[in-house]
């Protein structure tokens, strides 16, 4: 069982920047992808960006490409998710994710991932 823990979410104003953290215990960190995933109320929720299990290859949704950065450190078996230039459009609870079972960069479908965390709430004022 692989317990994650989101932190790093709040309130900024748009423009600004924040950085997530996910902390994952239980299970073999460094073997797992991982992806970051976001949701708002009355909607399905929404891939952002994911990563491998050696951190060799990152994607992103579109919507947040050059402005978002993840990265890992399977020695702190953390993931990290860099926001930039936020916009107002990128409110929302972000979940991070493991996904045991992906092995490549195309892993954006919520219903493959295996384990989430509780959210971290962004808010980006205009």
């Known amino acids: 069982q692989v317990q994650l823990v989101e932190s790093g979410g709040g309130l900024v104003q748009a423009g600004g920047s924040l950085r997530l953290s996910c902390a994952a215990s239980?299970?073999?960190?460094?073997?797992?992808?991982m992806g970051w995933f976001r949701q708002v109320p009355g909607k399905d929720r929404e891939f952002v960006s994911g990563?491998?299990?050696?951190?060799?290859?990152?994607y992103y949704a579109d919507s947040v490409k050059g402005r978002f950065t993840i990265s890992r450190d399977n020695a702190k078996n953390t993931v990290l998710l860099r926001m930039n230039s936020l916009k107002p459009e990128d409110t929302a609870l972000y979940y991070c994710?493991?996904?045991?079972?992906?092995?490549?960069?195309?892993?954006?479908?919520?219903?493959?991932?295996?384990?989430w965390g509780q959210g971290t709430q962004v808010t980006v004022s205009s």
């Open positions: 990563i491998t299990w050696n951190g060799d290859s990152t």
């Open positions: 239980g299970g073999t960190f460094s073997s797992y992808a």
């Open positions: 994710a493991v996904n045991l079972y992906c092995s490549g960069n195309g892993c954006d479908v919520a219903y493959d991932y295996n384990y």
